[in-house]
Structure formats: C-alpha cells, structure tokens
C-alpha cells in the first residue's frame, strides 16, 4: 500500500510521481470543436460545480474571430454523455458592459450557501486589459453580471464559498506591467462583494529554475477540506520553445485563508499527450474547476489542454492529503 511505502521515508524524500498520481480519463479529450452544436474555433478551461445532480461545465469557446464567450455542457457521471447547450450561456454584452469588447474568459464557479446563489468570476476582455467580473446565477439560465470587481490587468480568480469575519475573500492574479516582472496569487477582502481591499500576496511564483518561476495563477475554485482549502493552481516556466503550464498544489489556513499551510514542491500533471503539446497553443494544460465526490473520494480536474480541448485528470483526495501530510513545507518559498 502507499502508506507502507511512505511511512518510513524521510518527508523529502517523498515523491507525488513516484507513489501518487493524478491520472487521465481513458477517453480524453471529452469535450472538443467537432462535436459542438455549433460552429467554433476551441473549446477549453470549463468551470465545474454540481448542480441538480448533475456535473455542469462552463466552457469557454472560442470562435473564429478569436472572441470567447461561455456555454453549459452537463453530463450525470461527469465523464460521459454530455449535452451541450445549442447557444451560449453568457455571450459578450459590449454596449452594457463595455469591459467585455473583446470576450469573456476562464470562469469559475462556487456556490454561495448564505445568498442561496451561484457566483461566476471570470476575465472580461477589454480593449485596456483583461480584468476580473462577477455574475450571479440560481438556475444557469438567467444570469445577472455585476460588472468588474477589480480594475485592469488582472485574472485567474475565484471566491471563497464562505465568508471569512463577515468578508467575502477572492483570489486573484494581477499582472505586473512590466512583462519581465513575475506574477503572483493575491487574496483581497470585500463586505459586499463590491468593494475591496486589504490587498496581499499569497502564493509567489518561485525562482530560477522550479516549474512555476514566472508565474503563478489560481487554478480551479478552492476546494474546502477539513486540513485547509486544497489550492490547485497552475505555474508557468519559461523555456526556449516557450512556455509550459503545469499544475500543482497548496492549502490554505480553513478560517484565515492568506495563511498557506503547505505548498508542494512537485507539479502533479503537466502536459504529456498530443492534445496537450499541440493546438492553438502549445504545452498547456489549465484547469478552472475541479469537483471532488467526497463518498467515493474521487477529486475530478477539468481542464483545458493545448487551449483547444478539454481534458479530464482523476485523482483520490486521500493520497494527495496523504502526500501534503508526508512533505516538508519550505516557507521561504511561498
């Protein structure tokens, strides 16, 4: 068994690769161009959440102007028999909500117990950067946009489902405006999800030679665990052919969520496969929501490959808290 492998090993000699693993679905890509109901470029980095028991997907697609917008796609096991809504869900409205001229983005979802809502965070596309907007939802028919919550260049966030001290939380990823300058994960607090401040970094990307030294950004919405809030997220490295996303892992403090109680040093999947080395672009792979079926312990990370397709990686939720409980966390390099 893994615990017998791991319980005699020094914490770091422990390996995610060697004893854990974060597997593909043997039908991978599950959702791609050719089989929407309409005529699109890509189709990639969905939302997840469970709604009416069933798995929802909010895709980002993509079409032949390059402009995204997002669309449901639903399925009762999560990995088979989707049904893909014939239009989109939440098109770009430029006339009322000129932020989003040039499209909406990577969106993530988490349900609001306390407002008995759903809040969708995604990157409005505008034509003096890509900033951080906010919808509202009960059904997933009827959306209502609350407009930017954070000004230009910012992206990659999510809302805690809960409040912290009668505060909302969000994390986010400002992009410094200096392109050699690196770009980190931020938290920021709001009463109201309107007005925010106190302002700070969580998650740095790291130095030199690791696998996320550019860059940094959340991945799938927070994921609230007894140990902490499961953080994947994604971290770029440059390389000479460009650059290559990976995921990899962190937990946050479950009632003070700027405290990160462990970060692993190992990315958990990266490209591998062909609809992940090649597409519109190369050696991606972004995940924007994840769902974990806490009976049988099976987490599920949507993601988009190649920003082309998305991808489904399956993993138990006990080995990757076995794993963060096995290794030694280095705070010098949050």
């Known amino acids: 068994m893994i615990r017998e492998k791991t319980k005699n090993m020094s914490k770091k000699q422990v390996c995610f690769h060697q004893f854990y693993s974060v597997k593909r679905y043997e039908k991978n890509p599950i959702l791609t161009p050719e089989i929407w109901p309409y005529r699109v470029s890509a189709v990639f980095n969905p939302a997840a959440i ?23 796609a639903r399925s009762k096991d999560g990995k088979t028999d989707w049904r893909i809504s014939p239009s989109p869900a939440l098109e770009p409205d430029p006339v009322n909500h000129p932020e989003e001229e040039w499209g909406i983005e990577d969106p993530r979802i988490v349900r609001l117990d306390e407002k008995n809502e759903y809040a969708i965070t995604y990157t409005a596309f505008s034509k003096y950067g890509p900033l951080v907007s906010l919808a509202t939802t009960k059904d997933f028919e009827k959306f209502i946009r609350h407009g930017p919550i954070m000004p230009p260049d910012d992206k990659d966030a999510s809302l805690f489902p809960r409040k912290f001290k009668d ?48 860059k940094v950004g959340l991945g799938s919405q927070p994921i609230e665990l ?109």
């Open 50 to 72: 469970v709604f009416n028991n069933e798995t929802l997907l909010l895709v980002r697609v993509e079409d032949y102007r390059g402009f995204s917008h997002l669309t449901i």
């Open 167 to 214: 505060r909302w939380a969000l994390l986010h990823r400002p992009i410094p405006a200096y392109i050699e300058s690196k770009a980190h994960i931020w938290i920021s607090y709001s009463p109201d999800l309107k007005y925010w401040g106190n302002h700070s970094i969580v998650l740095k990307a790291r130095e030199q030679g690791w696998w996320d030294a550019f």
């Open 226 to 334: 007894d140990d902490g809030w499961l953080i994947i997220y994604h971290g770029v490295k440059t390389t000479s052919s460009g650059g290559i996303y990976r995921l990899g892992l962190a937990l946050l403090d479950l009632n003070d969520p700027h405290k990160v109680l462990w970060r692993g040093d190992e990315w958990i999947f990266g490209p591998q496969e062909e609809y992940e080395h090649m597409g519109n672009v190369s050696d991606v792979t972004f995940t924007c929501g994840a769902i974990l079926d806490r009976e049988s312990r099976e987490l599920r990370i949507y993601y988009g490959a190649a920003d082309t397709c998305v991808g489904l990686a399956i993993a138990n939720i006990d080995e990757i808290l076995e794993y963060i409980r096995a290794c030694i966390f280095d705070k010098t390099v949050i």
